[in-house]
């Protein structure tokens, strides 16, 4: 069985395979001090809940954006799983062609994504995921990832505004049946939430535009069906598009996991 691992600024997500089959999915708040010993604690408990026997666990890969969350994660492999555990973009190189001038810059969650994408849908693609940082990636005509754009996450920016503006309070993401709000909180929230709308439907139009195609779009992250639902910028939503991704780039490279393993994977 494959371990999927997907270390994000604000979650780390696990994930168990047997075959296509995912047989568990567990998210941790992602602390850059948890120690192998502490993954390792969690995870397996998680895991016997579901039934998964850490024997059975014969590879783990790993996409992270947070470099110090690696090596403790490698440790948790090598002692836990008695396997090693394989970085998306280190130690496995991305199956699809990266088109940038500087593709070591680009996170590998948002590679990840589009690799996960492309099995699912037809390029070209436009990838809005609704992150701590909302994410727009591009995959052209020829399946190649050529970049994106970044805006701050909504839960970052709810944060901000209350932090930085001493009678603001804290409110959650809700879409008001109004655009202009007759009190403070109704306010907010449409100007966060409408004003994200904007966002999504003039990037993806300029993105679009640019391509010179109707590229089809897909939405993934927790908030992506509250935003999907209320504009036709979305067409997809797909909560699975990073572990989709991973399982792919392990089918992928199955074969240097194996050699590597002496036929364990």
């Not at 194996?258 to 364990?264: H, I, K, V």
Request: glycine share 10%; with cysteine.
């Amino acid at each position: 069985m494959l371990l999927a691992v997907d270390v994000g600024n604000t979650n780390t997500v696990f994930a168990v395979y047997r075959g296509n089959e995912q047989v568990g999915q567990w998210r941790l708040s992602t602390n850059r001090d948890r120690t192998a010993e502490e993954y390792a604690a969690t995870l397996l408990q998680l895991m016997a809940f579901a039934g998964c026997r850490r024997e059975e666990i014969e590879a783990v890969v790993i996409a992270s954006v947070v470099p110090q969350a690696v090596m403790p994660l490698r440790w948790m492999s090598r002692d836990y799983f008695a396997c090693r555990a394989w970085v998306v973009g280190e130690d496995l190189a991305y199956p699809i062609p990266i088109r940038l001038p500087h593709p070591e810059e680009v996170g590998a969650d948002r590679v990840v994504n589009a690799i996960g994408a492309l099995t699912r849908y037809a390029p070209p693609l436009v990838i809005v995921d609704f992150g701590t940082a909302t994410t727009f990636d591009v995959v052209d005509a020829d399946g190649a990832y050529c970049g994106g754009a970044i805006a701050p996450g909504i839960n970052l920016s709810l944060e901000a505004l209350h932090r930085a503006a001493a009678r603001l309070p804290r409110i959650a993401v809700a879409p008001p049946e109004r655009t202009i709000g007759t009190r403070t909180v109704e306010a907010m929230q449409s100007g966060i939430f409408w004003g994200y709308i904007g966002l999504v439907e003039g990037l993806v139009a300029r993105i679009r535009a640019e391509l010179g195609v109707q590229a089809t779009t897909i939405a993934t992250g927790g908030l992506a069906p509250l935003f999907a639902r209320r504009t036709e910028a979305l067409e997809h939503v797909d909560p699975d598009l990073t572990m989709a991704g991973l399982l792919e780039i392990y089918k992928r490279h199955r074969g240097l996991i194996e050699d590597s393993t002496g036929g364990r994977a």
